[in-house]
C-alpha cells in the first residue's frame, strides 16, 4: 500500500507546511495572551530541509501544498523558499494574514499562485484590533483589494465567535456583492489556551437562517464542492463573489481527509487534533530515511478528529488541551 494511503483508504495528497511558529499578529483564538513558546532557529526546517522534506512527500503522491504558519510572510526567507519549491510538480497555495502580503505579489506571481486564503474575522477597525490584538485592519483591507485586482482568487477565512463577530455574516457577504471572493465562515475550535467553549460556537443552521433573514430562499444557491472539499458553498443570485461554511467541530469532513501537515520544526502531524507527532527533521539531518516515518504517521491516524470521535469529546479539555496552539501547528 502507497505510504499515504491509511488504514481507512485515505489517501493524503495536500500537505500544509508551517514555515514559522511567529507572526505578526496575535489573534486570541489562535494563541494565548502569553504567546507560545517558539523553537529556536537552529531547530526550524531550513529553505533547502523544507524543499527535501517536501520533495519526499511529493514522490510519494502529494499534488497539492500549501505554506502556512505563523504568518508564513514574516519568514525573511520565504522568497527563497517559494522558489525553491516551484521546481516540484505541485499546485502551491498560501495562507496568510495579509499584513505584508503587497510585498510578495510579484513573487507570488512568478511561483504560479492563483489562490491565496486570507484571515479576517471583522470588517470594523475596533474589533479586528480586539481579535488581533493589533491595529493593522486599513492595511490588511488595502492588501486583500490589492489581490483582488492583481488577479488572484482571494478566499477569506473568517472564524466565527458567537458573542463576537456572528453579527457580521450578512455584512461578509455583501462584500462579495460587488468582489469576486469567497468568504468562508470556519467554526471555532478548540486549542491549548484559546478560551473556547462550545457556547461559542456558530452553527450552520444559525449562519444559514441569517442568510435566509436577509435574502429570500430563491436568492440562495447551493453550488458544487469539489473533492475533498472541506466546505459547504453558497451564492447569492447576482453576486459576483461567493461563501462558504466550514464546520470542522461539529460537522467534520474526516471521511474524505486528504491533509497531513508538517510542523515548522519538522514533524509530522497527521491531524488536526492529534496531539502526537512524528519527527522527520531529526532523522533527515542524520541522513537517514524519512519515507517509513511518513508511512508511520499516516498509519497512526485516527478515523476522525485525532481520535475524538463523538461531540462529548469536547466537553473536556482533556482532551484537546494537550494539542498545540494554532499558531504552531499551521491552520
Ligand atoms: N497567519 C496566517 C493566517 O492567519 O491566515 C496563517 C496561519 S493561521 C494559523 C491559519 C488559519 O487558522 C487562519 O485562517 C485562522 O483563522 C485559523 N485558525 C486559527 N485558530 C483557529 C481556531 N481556534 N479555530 C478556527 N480556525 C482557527
Ligand atoms: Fe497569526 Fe494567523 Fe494565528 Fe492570527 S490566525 S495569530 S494571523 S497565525
Ligand atoms: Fe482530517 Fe483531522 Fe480535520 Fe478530520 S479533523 S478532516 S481527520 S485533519
Request: some cysteine; glycine content about 6%; charged content about 25%.
Amino acid at each position: 500500500m502507497n505510504a499515504l494511503t491509511d488504514k481507512f483508504g485515505r489517501k493524503h495528497s495536500y500537505l500544509r507546511i508551517s514555515l514559522t511558529e511567529r507572526c505578526n499578529l496575535r489573534c486570541t483564538y489562535c494563541m494565548p495572551e502569553q504567546g507560545v513558546p517558539v523553537s529556536p532557529r537552529a531547530k526550524l526546517m531550513t529553505p533547502d530541509e523544507v524543499f527535501q522534506i517536501a520533495k519526499h512527500f511529493v514522490d510519494l503522491g502529494v499534488t497539492k501544498i500549501r505554506l502556512t504558519g505563523g504568518e508564513p510572510l514574516v519568514r525573511k526567507d520565504f522568497g527563497m523558499i517559494l522558489e525553491k519549491l516551484t521546481a516540484l510538480d505541485v499546485e502551491l497555495s498560501i495562507t496568510s494574514n495579509a499584513v505584508i502580503v503587497d510585498r510578495y505579489i510579484d513573487q507570488l506571481k512568478a511561483a504560479g499562485i492563483k489562490t491565496i486564503n486570507i484571515s479576517l474575522d471583522s470588517l470594523h477597525p475596533a474589533k479586528f484590533k480586539t481579535i488581533t490584538r493589533r491595529d493593522n485592519f486599513e492595511q490588511v483591507k488595502r492588501n486583500i483589494d490589492l489581490l483582488v485586482q492583481e488577479g488572484f482568487n482571494v478566499k477569506l477565512n473568517c472564524v466565527l465567535i458567537k458573542g463576537f463577530n456572528h453579527n457580521e455574516i450578512i455584512d461578509f457577504i455583501a462584500y462579495g456583492r460587488e468582489n469576486p471572493i469567497t468568504v468562508r465562515f470556519i467554526e471555532f475550535m478548540p486549542f491549548d489556551g484559546n478560551k473556547w467553549n462550545k457556547e461559542k460556537l456558530v452553527s450552520h443552521k444559525q449562519i444559514l437562517d441569517q442568510v435566509h433573514s436577509r435574502w429570500s430562499e430563491t436568492c440562495v444557491e447551493r453550488i458544487a464542492d469539489s473533492a475533498n472539499d472541506t466546505s459547504k458553498n453558497y451564492r447569492i443570485k447576482h453576486f459576483k463573489g461567493t461563501f462558504a461554511i466550514i464546520s470542522t467541530v461539529t460537522n467534520p469532513f474526516c471521511d474524505s481527509c486528504n491533509r497531513i501537515r508538517l510542523t515548522a520544526n519538522g514533524r509530522i502531524k497527521n491531524c488536526l487534533f492529534s496531539s502526537s507527532e512524528v519527527d522527520l527533521l531529526t532523522t533527515f539531518r542524520n541522513g537517514g530515511e524519512i519515507s517509513p516515518l511518513i508511512a508511520q504517521a499516516i498509519q497512526a491516524k485516527a478515523s476522525m478528529r485525532g481520535g475524538m470521535v463523538s461531540d462529548e469529546s469536547f466537553s473536556d479539555p482533556k482532551n484537546y488541551s494537550q494539542n498545540r496552539s494554532m499558531i504552531a501547528i499551521g491552520g
